[in-house]
């Protein structure tokens, strides 16, 4: 269990997450903030574990609720310098989330005799768990939890029923508002927040009429349950306050009085009677509103069914009733809040249609909307007001009826369905993989109901003779397994969906949509009807057209007044990139480099400074621009793990094509790197055609802002960084070897600038011998206990970092190596 709360916590300091983490992050802003104060460069500590360094002493005695309890604690090691405390309540050997307002951060004490303690604030009755996270001077962190039992030594201040609005609870007879729990809560001196009564502890008495109880109550789980119309009082007394709470059952739970059961109140259980509502009204027909005035469960027998039901057709389904006439059947499916008969345009009021059988069963026609296991819920009411709820739980599958098409619309067949699907090669790959299932519409179903991947045939028509993708049949799951397309054909019910699913690199432009596969197969993009933006490849985005957003321009009419006007339907507006994609004119991706020239001829990047890149671009209007510098990511091994960072992470405009007022025209660039960076370029054109070009271009050094050597913790530096000033190993796993991360800092920018190991000088400085350092890859590994400084140098920069090794965390060595800061 420690374990389990230790990795929680680390988690959440890594994430910055509210709880833990943040007061880490508070703890790290503060001693920033102190060492620019005394012109010294602060930095976090070095979070590690360092179990066995604090313990809590057991209490022998219980907690008292909502007030300030000792909490006896041992510590060894190095100075604490933050405490963060959590709680969990535990009911029948089950732990609930943290307790809301059960966090706090408490200070480290100490009494007369010497006895170190903190102070926690017990938030619920019952058995906690107290969570106690440490943060020690040089990064060590342990956790320890504790058993309490807490009681309540003060009585509640409050008590209320957080369920009823005004001390009244409102019900009805129908499925959504026959059970209800009273939900009563406490308000204690010291809480933050009230909480839920201990039913245990609380006592209850109901007054209503007993002959006919509108309510049953079950005091073990304060659940109320309507059984007919009519009123009665609950009382609840706790922790010696009084509560009362009136119920009021209606035929229309969206209709009660304010009279908050006074009949009751004043008379008790003799005037019960007469607190019965007589507005009771008969028959009920079947476009009544109201739901029922008594539960009559009894009258209805359900048989299981015994057989699948068939999706978008009438099943029969035979009822067993024992009483009255039908006036109303209602059916709603576990999935969502719809009628179980067809959507004609309007869902009907007068409920299912049924038939009364010569044998006295009576047999409705259930019309399901989805494919798959679900759960219909039957009301059943009856012509004097009684109301009997049941349930059925079946299988549907496919039968008779066949879809009048698939895709994701019914009412159209929408652009969205022929744009291709991208995915990125390898298993590896974040965005390699897609589920591809089609929905199917029916006759009577008012929504695309979603299929069962089993239910669907698949054929891949890949391009080439090595295979583009990979499908998993039974979960329509798709895999990128190479660059090409591949077209995805998938059969049912008669109907084919034909989907282009392309393979490439994530940021890799291309508007091929399997044009040559859907030529060869017979499925041809349809014309495209829709409003295409234009290409927004220039420097300043272009104002968008006056008119109506995704329309023509509004109403065509002419002068006479005699005429009619003509309301043309509006056009869906696509980006220039998706018209392109969707286009039949377009051709699929081809070689388009002679359109692409570039000059870098004694072009020098400066590092983190936009630079202008010259070049002559020719042909069709440009579509799109992408823009990557292949960066290393330095990963602690000999050899490092290169990567394409897209350059519009740092420059606004570096998907657009900056011109001169010569009328020549740039490409934007921002080098990420030290040394010689190389861009990969690609020009997408509004014909499908695809210029790439690769250019090298050294990188120097500005000369006129601050340089920062840095050795940083985590190699992956793209949207922050966190300074390794102190590094603690141990003689023995798990933490026996660590990595120096050599980082430039350009004026504090938030981004820093990775190095490889072999750009910078590692100088060791240790008496005897603590560490061995690998100056290949910035390795080091622990030798013996001791402090040892790396001092690390990259052009007229210099940092040092101090490495603390250990035998045992428990008893800490001061990280004193009285390391250099500028």
């Not at 732990?95 to 005799?113: A, I, M, N, T, V």
């Not at 006895?115 to 990064?139: A, M, W």
């Not at 109140?265 to 019960?272: D, I, K, L, W, Y």
């Not at 028509?461 to 039974?474: A, F, L, Q």
Request: net charge neutral; aromatic share 6%.
């Amino acid at each position: 269990m420690r374990a389990t709360h230790l990795a929680r916590y680390l988690v959440l300091c890594a994430l910055g997450l509210p709880g833990a983490g943040s007061r880490f992050q508070v703890l790290a802003q503060t001693a920033r903030v102190e060492g620019s104060a005394r012109g010294t460069r602060a930095s976090p500590p070095d979070l590690f574990p360092a179990e066995r360094r604090f313990s809590i002493q057991q209490p022998t005695k219980p907690l008292h609720l909502g007030e300030p309890n000792d909490l006896s604690v041992t510590l060894k090691g190095e100075e604490v310098t933050t405490i963060f405390v959590m709680q969990e309540l535990i009911e029948s050997n089950k732990r609930s989330p943290w307790l809301d307002g059960g966090d706090s951060e408490p200070q480290l004490q100490r009494k007369p005799d010497g006895q170190t303690y903190i102070t926690i604030v017990p938030q619920r009755p019952g058995k906690l768990e107290v969570v106690v996270n440490v943060l020690f001077s040089d990064g060590g962190m342990d956790e320890q939890s504790t058993m309490v039992d807490v009681v309540a030594a003060q009585p509640p201040t409050a008590i209320f029923s957080s369920s009823a609005f005004g001390d009244v609870l409102t019900m009805a007879l129908s499925e959504q508002g026959r059970r209800k729990f009273l939900q009563m809560k406490a308000s204690y001196p010291g809480l933050k927040r009230p909480i839920p009564v201990v039913l245990d502890d609380a006592k209850f008495h109901i007054t209503m009429d007993p002959v006919n109880p509108p309510i049953h109550f079950d005091p073990q789980t304060a659940e109320v349950k309507a059984l007919q119309s009519g009123e009665a009082l609950i009382e609840t007394l706790y922790g010696g306050l009084l509560k009362t709470i009136c119920v009021q059952v209606r035929e229309n739970s969206v209709i009660y009085d304010h009279s908050k059961c006074g009949s009751l109140r004043a008379g008790g259980e003799q005037s019960a009677q007469a607190a019965q509502p007589s507005e009771l009204k008969l028959p009920y027909g079947p476009m009544d509103s109201r739901t029922g005035s008594f539960l009559a469960d009894e009258r209805v027998e359900l048989p299981a069914l015994t057989y699948p039901l068939r999706i978008a057709e009438n099943n029969p389904v035979v009822l067993k009733l024992n009483g009255p006439a039908i006036a109303r059947i209602e059916c709603h499916p576990d999935s969502g809040n719809v009628p179980c008969v067809p959507w004609t345009g309007d869902w009907s009021r007068q409920g299912l249609p049924f038939k009364r059988n010569a044998d006295g069963t009576t047999t409705i026609d259930l019309f399901p909307m989805e494919f798959g296991k679900h759960t219909y819920t039957f009301f059943i009411l009856f012509v004097d007001g009684g109301v009997a709820l049941k349930e059925i739980t079946s299988e549907v599958v496919g039968g008779a009826a066949r879809p009048t098409s698939i895709g994701s619309s019914c009412t159209k067949q929408p652009l969205e369905d022929d744009l291709p699907i991208r995915l990125e090669p390898g298993q590896d790959a974040y965005f390699s993989k897609k589920i591809i299932v089609p929905r199917a519409c029916y006759d009577g179903v008012r929504f695309p109901v979603q299929l069962p991947p089993t239910a669907v045939t698949y054929r891949v028509r890949n391009e080439g003779k090595k295979p583009v993708i990979d499908i998993d049949d039974s979960k329509g799951s798709v895999s990128g397994l190479r660059v090409g397309q591949a077209l995805l054909q998938q059969s049912f019910g008669g109907f084919i969906r034909a989907t282009c699913v392309v393979v490439a690199e994530r940021d890799d432009p291309d508007a091929s949509n399997c044009r040559r596969l859907r030529a060869k197969f017979g499925v041809p993009l349809p014309p495209l009807r829709a409003r295409v933006k234009p290409p927004e490849t220039a420097d300043q985005i272009a104002v968008d057209e006056p008119g109506i957003p995704g329309g023509i321009g509004g109403i065509i009419s002419l002068s006479s007044p005699s005429t009619i006007s003509i309301q043309l339907p509006p056009l869906p507006v696509l980006s220039a990139l998706a018209g392109a994609r969707l286009s039949p004119s377009v051709r699929d991706r081809f070689n388009a480099d002679t359109r692409l020239k570039i000059n870098a001829d004694g072009l020098v990047a400066e590092l983190l400074e936009p630079t202008k890149l010259p070049v002559q671009i020719s042909g069709p209007d440009v579509l799109t621009v992408s823009i990557g510098q292949q960066l290393i990511e330095y990963s602690g091994h000999p050899s490092s793990k290169p990567y394409l960072e897209p350059a519009a992470s740092e420059e606004r405009n570096a998907d657009r094509i900056g011109r001169e007022a010569d009328g020549s025209t740039y490409l934007h660039l921002v080098a990420l790197r030290t040394g010689t960076v190389e861009f990969h370029i690609s020009v997408l054109f509004v014909d499908g055609g695809v210029a790439t070009r690769t250019v090298r271009i050294p990188v120097k050094l500005p000369v006129s802002k601050r340089l920062l050597l840095l050795n940083v913790r985590n190699p992956q530096m793209r949207d922050g960084y966190s300074e390794a000033s102190v590094l603690h190993l141990t003689t023995g796993p798990p933490r026996s070897q660590r990595n120096l991360y050599p980082a430039l800092v350009v004026d504090r920018n938030r981004r820093a600038v990775a190095l490889s190991p072999g750009e910078v000088q590692f100088i060791l400085e240790q008496s005897d011998p603590i560490i061995q350092l690998d100056p290949k890859t910035g390795i080091v590994t622990a030798l013996n206990p001791g402090r040892a400084v790396v001092r690390t140098r990259y052009a007229s920069t210099e940092t040092s970092t101090c490495i603390v090794v250990q035998s045992d965390v428990t008893h800490s060595l001061p990280a004193s190596c009285a390391e250099p800061r500028d």
